[in-house]
């Protein structure tokens, strides 16, 4: 392809995606394909010459689309809402044309500086302690991860090394298997289970602490686990504080985890994948108070700030502990300056909001959990079993697709508002739906 057919396939190309995203409210939410399907529609292997660019293009719709899952849909309400929007479109091609990788500000400078300069303007809007931003002179900073899992395991990482290498300073006889086997690591038992999953790959015990009624972890549960493991002969090290948990959107109570977290000198990083991008509302930044006790913060501007996967901020206080942790200097890699280090849609939350409403209309449902940003927790009055067959039966019906979650041994419907284009009138019929399936099972029970 040369470079005036890319303009022309360009322009193609941009056309089928505004068509596509123009009229994505008619194609089925939910593919209806088995698994494997992909396979007999493809030759068994590469092609020997070359196809036809045309009929590459006409493969989209023969083999792909059937087997989408349409996540920017208006009738996409399960896990979380992924960004999309034709600036970050425009600007991935941009990206992608540029081809730079800025693993260091030699690598590229704009890179490195952008990255630096733009999450400090985020965490401005976050009105984050200025103790996470870099500034010009600033020990903090923000990095672009790719995901939530990933700035997890970073932390968890960064705060091992740091605990090895204080209690050997303190102790120089202590080995390093030695320390390990003791280290322990705290998270909320709602918390997502990369966290648990950061564990397993930093080898140490991931002990998870009970929620409340809310389902949130307090300071006293914590303090309660902490001081059993000191006695036991173990090191708490590391807790990872949850903001927006994925079962039920709950909230840990960094306030009291916090100063906890502090006085045991153990790492704090709070997860707010799904919720951070709300925190730039002054309605919700209560909800981020206590941040200033944490080592580490991330969420992901991919869920919520119309930015495409995958896009993870995470802030520390003392980004040399991050670096510390990972540096590794081969001569290929040094140069002279190693250490230099928007628009949003919050229509999802009055969204939500109505959707509630309109479960509490109808006495055959219960809310399961508060609403306080885009996620609703709901279930029929009944057991597990019978919502099990509501969800089943709603997700067969392919009109919205939706996920469940367990919450206090209760299988529960998670309505989570995903689509940049759904508007109240999707909310309706969605609700509509559910409630049209939802007598059709009732009914069959009665007779």
């Not at 970050?88 to 490195?112: E, H, K, N, R, V």
């Not at 309660?224 to 090191?235: F, N, S, W, Y």
């Not at 509490?360 to 219960?366: A, L, M, N, T, V």
């Amino acid at each position: 392809m040369d470079t005036a057919e890319f303009r022309r396939r360009g322009k193609e190309m941009v056309d089928y995606i505004a068509d596509y995203l123009e009229n994505i409210e008619g194609r089925q939410v939910y593919p209806d394909v088995v698994p494997g399907y992909l396979r007999n529609l493809i030759p068994d292997a590469a092609p020997e010459h070359p196809e036809a660019y045309e009929e590459i293009v006409k493969d989209i719709e023969r083999v792909i689309m059937p087997g989408v899952t349409h996540w920017q849909s208006p009738y996409f309400y399960a896990y979380f809402p992924t960004g999309s929007s034709f600036p970050a479109m425009l600007a991935d091609m941009l990206s992608g044309a540029i081809g730079c990788i800025g693993f260091s500000w030699a690598a590229s400078p704009a890179c490195t500086e952008l990255e630096t300069v733009m999450l400090d303007w985020l965490g401005k809007m976050l009105n984050l302690p200025k103790e996470f931003l870099a500034g010009t002179e600033g020990q903090g900073g923000g990095v672009i991860q790719s995901t939530a899992s990933e700035a997890t395991l970073v932390a968890l990482l960064a705060a091992r090394a740091k605990i090895l290498k204080r209690l050997q300073a303190e102790n120089p006889g202590l080995a390093e298997p030695e320390i390990l086997s003791k280290l322990v690591a705290y998270s909320s038992d709602q918390a997502h289970c990369s966290v648990e999953r950061a564990g397993l790959i930093g080898g140490v015990k991931m002990k998870k602490i009970p929620s409340d009624t809310k389902f949130s972890v307090g300071g006293e549960a914590l303090r309660k686990v902490i001081e059993e493991d000191k006695a036991a002969g173990l090191i708490p090290f590391y807790c990872c504080a949850t903001l927006g948990t994925t079962p039920s959107c709950a909230f840990d109570n960094i306030m009291e985890i916090g100063p906890i977290c502090n006085s045991e000198n153990m790492w704090m990083h709070i997860d707010a994948a799904y919720a951070g991008s709300s925190f730039i509302c002054p309605e919700f930044r209560h909800l981020l108070n206590g941040v200033e006790f944490a080592d580490s913060f991330n969420f992901n501007p991919h869920k919520w700030l119309l930015i495409n996967f995958d896009c993870s901020a995470m802030w520390v206080k003392k980004r040399s502990e991050i670096i510390g942790a990972f540096k590794m200097d081969p001569l290929y890699l040094q140069h002279d300056h190693q250490e230099s280090g928007l628009v949003t849609d919050y229509r999802h939350v009055s969204l939500a909001h109505e959707f509630e409403s309109l479960v509490r209309q109808d006495k055959r449902f219960e809310i399961c959990g508060d609403v306080v940003l885009g996620l609703v927790c709901f279930r029929l009055k009944g057991s597990n079993a019978l919502n099990e067959k509501l969800l089943k039966a709603i997700n067969n019906g392919r009109k919205i697709h939706m996920v469940p979650c367990y919450l206090a041994d209760s299988f529960v419907l998670r309505f989570a508002v995903c689509g940049r284009t759904t508007e109240s009138k999707h909310i309706q019929l969605a609700w509509e739906n559910i409630t049209e399936i939802a007598t059709e099972i009732l009914q069959e029970l009665q007779q």
